[in-house]
């Protein structure tokens, strides 16, 4: 007997992510877009004395839990083998055109570059590839310090359309924690 259809779809839409290339390099960086935004914002995010703040925001992230599933939904072989994502995963996205609405939608791919865990430190990352509608990199750092966490996300991302197509539509639709500084 085969498998049902939407496994099937999910199993072929993984092997579609593990085959994109990346369009980014963590040490090396890549070709900049030529419509691009650099955001680097920090947050104080208050008292965290024993570390229990840092160690659920770890797990969500592990967990590729970083965004409300209403803005973009992830999958990918991470969620089907029931583990934590690591360094190389892909992470299959699917995020709605019109917010909020279940249709219609559209995947993109990008692959977990840095994951780094120390008691008060934790940093991941990914990069774009080339079924990720956009091109760049994307981390964020939680640190506790003397009791206190705070949050950095820093990012070089820009639009894989053409510049015409890029702005302004899309910049109100990319997710983010804040607004880019100038936004």
């Known amino acids: ?25 963590l040490t090396e ?3 900049r877009p030529a419509v691009c935004w650099d955001d680097d914002v ?18 969500r992230l592990k967990s590729g839990l970083y965004y409300p599933p209403e803005v973009i939904e992830f999958s990918g072989r991470f969620r089907q083998e029931g ?5 190389g995963d892909r992470i299959l996205q699917r995020a709605p055109l019109l917010p909020f609405a279940p249709w219609p939608f559209v ?7 840095v994951m780094e865990e120390e008691p008060d430190r ?14 760049g990199i994307w981390r964020v750092e939680a640190r506790r310090v003397e009791g206190r966490l705070s949050l950095r996300v820093w990012s070089t991302a820009g639009p894989g359309l053409p510049p015409l197509l890029a ?16 936004d």
């Not at 583990?83 to 360094?87: F, S, T």
């Not at 302004?168 to 100038?182: N, V």
């Open 29 to 31: 960086g890549g070709r």
């Open 167 to 182: 702005r302004p539509p899309l910049r109100p639709m990319a997710p983010a924690s804040c607004p880019a500084e100038g």
């Open 42 to 59: 920090t947050a104080e995010l208050g008292p965290d004395p024993d570390g229990l703040r840092l160690a659920l925001l770890a797990e």
């Open 83 to 87: 583990r934590p994502l690591r360094v």
């Open 1 to 25: 007997m085969s498998p049902p259809r939407r496994k099937l779809c999910v199993v072929d839409r993984i092997a579609w992510a593990e085959s994109a290339s990346p369009t980014w390099s």
């Open 107 to 113: 995947w993109s791919v990008a692959e977990v570059c």
């Open 122 to 135: 934790f940093l991941f990352g990914y990069i774009t590839t080339t079924r990720h509608l956009g091109r």
